[in-house]
């Protein structure tokens, strides 16, 4: 970092200048930087909401399209993550205040057998970049976790990960049992990792497989989107 940036001074920027300037420490993964805009911007009598939505959710968008582009790799993905999720701390108790408009509930989590969390940890984070509320219930979950999870916390998606071939199967074990229950068509599920593919997920009964963290958010808004018209259509 060259002195010229220590120096900048962000309360100097005009609204429109800090945006671009959160979304470049944004992507370069600058915690305290993109923490002190959100305030700014928050002093300057922006909405959370406003705050979210064109200084951090803007910035992670443009981090997911270089991801998914191949120009920005896992860790930068995830320092960027680690700065949003500064700033969403900061948002968060104000957004629950003003009853700020979600785009949705996840609840994710890799499944029973399997102990890889990164790819997991970054759907975690872009969703929640992406203005989704995201209940990670970690590694190892068997079906019970799953299903205890969907009751408590009634989510729009269910996101199952696995990272090896043996722990792929166990996806199709919690969704036979959601459809034993008669509940999964209650929720849209979205399935990931790295051995998987679109033949398995439609094989198994999942709604979509994503490939990686900027395409599960895509499709959970696409689906979300689709879920919602379906329903205003028969209301």
Not at 44 to 59: D, F, I, K, M, N
Not at 83 to 92: E, P, V, Y
Not at 115 to 120: A, M
């Amino acid at each position: 970092m060259s002195d010229s940036d220590d120096d900048l001074d962000l309360r100097s920027l005009d609204d429109e200048e800090l945006v671009a300037q959160m979304h470049d420490d944004l992507y370069d993964g600058l915690k305290d930087e993109v923490c002190e805009g959100v305030n700014i911007l928050l002093e300057r009598g922006w909405t959370p909401y406003r705050v979210l939505t064109e200084a951090l959710v803007e910035g992670m968008r443009i981090v997911g399209v270089d991801f998914r582009d191949g120009i920005l790799f896992v860790p930068e993905v995830l320092m960027a993550a680690n700065s949003m999720k500064g700033g969403m701390a900061i948002l968060r108790p104000l957004l629950a205040e003003t009853g700020a408009p979600k785009q949705g509930k996840m609840v994710i989590g890799t499944v029973k057998g399997d102990i890889h969390d990164i790819g997991k940890n970054l759907v975690s984070m872009m969703m929640e970049g992406a203005g989704f509320e995201v209940i990670d219930l970690g590694i190892n979950n068997p079906v019970e976790k799953y299903l205890e999870a969907l009751k408590e916390h009634e989510p729009d998606i269910l996101g199952m990960s696995a990272l090896l071939t043996t722990t792929m199967p166990y996806m199709k074990v919690v969704i036979e049992t959601m459809k034993e229950l008669g509940i999964r068509d209650d929720y849209i599920v979205l399935v990931g990792g790295a051995p998987l593919n679109e033949a398995f997920a439609n094989a198994i009964g999942a709604d979509a497989y994503c490939r990686d963290a900027a395409v599960a958010v895509e499709t959970a808004k696409t689906m979300l989107s689709r879920k919602h018209n379906q329903i205003g259509a028969r209301a």
